[in-house]
């Protein structure tokens, strides 16, 4: 059950914008288990225990802004033992929806591109009236994973693989093919 991140949908996760109303919409859900098995499955985790989600949405030129944050469980295994470890997150979220994907440009070829690597991200885009979440939601999730889990306590050193002694040294092997001319 392989889900592409790019096309699954989590079943409360959309908004309409045109019947928000001034004040915004506040969206507060709970995934369920078949959509988080599906999610676990198309971020590479083990399980996905629990997943929260409290957003509020507001127009924002022409398109919405939505922010809030989520809270998960994941289970993902240990980089070293591969024993199950689990994790509690807890993101905030914010960003910007606009309508219509990004046009088409076609400038001159040697024109210089800017940059700015500490502004603000730049917004997602939605087509027709209804911006899906769900990829948003999977992203941060993804983005907050832990990249390299261990269990508390575990290191390479402590399963007896630290590389110290030269006969645990990958071509120390290699030794004993030595002839004595080689030697000197």
Known sequence: MSAHPSTFRI??????LDSMPSAGRDLEFTVGPEERLAIADAIGITALEKLEVKLHAVRFKGGIRVAGRLWATTVQPSVISLEPVTQEIEESVDRIFLPGGEKEYAGPADAEIFVDLEGDDLPDHFE????????????TVALALEPYPKLPGESLGAIGDD???ESELPFAGLKILKTPEDKG
């Not at 079943?11 to 309409?16: K, L, P």
């Not at 027709?128 to 992203?139: P, R, T, V, Y």
């Open 11 to 16: 079943a409360d996760a959309s908004i309409r």
């Open 163 to 165: 590389g110290d002694t």
């Open 128 to 139: 027709g009236n209804e911006a899906d979440l769900s990829a948003l939601i999977m992203e």
